[in-house]
């Protein structure tokens, strides 16, 4: 049978066929010997480690109820601004304590500590996970250093600025750098 059959204007008789070429044949055979190889040997699958489960955050009233919401709508409002290393403005960007700073001292009055580490020793009790209310304070560090900060915004969750190139955003306490840097929280609003 000729191609023209099934393509016409093609007249060309169809290529004979026959027994495959012994190199073909041996190219396949090797072929199939890489795939079986690299199925056989016993390799360790990688999986990730059991996620946490999340926690059941209650809700705490804060002491200050009027602060705490002024801190929490500015807080958000700063969503998505850039980070920057010293920064504490809006325009020029915020590292985290820079964010804290400028939030407090914008809706409050209320000069705090410039850095992460003298905020965590500001005079305030310190509180439980589970007693967190809106507008406290969240560290995070490794070896009893602090080194980041946060606003806690209820629900296990808080707003920060958290790294070189990243911006001004909301995470979870639960997540898991979070959880497991997690180095205790300040009060710092009280009732008026």
Avoid at 54 to 63: A, G, K, Q, S
Wanted: hydrophobic share 35%; with cysteine; charged share 15%.
């Amino acid at each position: 049978m000729t191609k023209a059959a099934h393509y016409p204007g093609n007249t060309a008789p169809a290529p004979a066929r026959g027994p495959l070429p012994w190199t073909a044949l041996l190219l396949g055979l090797a072929l199939c010997g890489l795939l079986a190889a690299c199925g056989g040997s016993q390799q360790t699958v990688r999986r990730p480690p059991p996620a946490q489960p999340t926690r059941v955050w209650p809700h705490v009233d804060p002491e200050n109820p009027g602060a705490a919401n002024s801190v929490l709508m500015r807080a958000f409002s700063l969503v998505g601004t850039p980070y920057r290393y010293g920064g504490n403005t809006p325009e020029g960007g915020f590292d985290c304590s820079g964010l804290v700073n400028y939030v407090y001292r914008d809706m409050l009055a209320l000069s705090l500590p410039r850095t992460s580490r003298d905020l965590a020793g500001y005079q305030g009790p310190r509180i439980e996970p589970m007693r967190l209310a809106a507008g406290d304070l969240v560290f995070f560090g490794s070896s009893g250093n602090v080194s980041h900060v946060g606003i806690y915004v209820g629900e296990g969750r808080f707003v920060h600025a958290p790294s070189t190139g990243g911006t001004v955003r909301l995470d979870h306490l639960d997540g898991p750098y979070w959880r497991n840097h997690y180095s205790g929280a300040k009060r710092v609003l009280r009732k008026n």
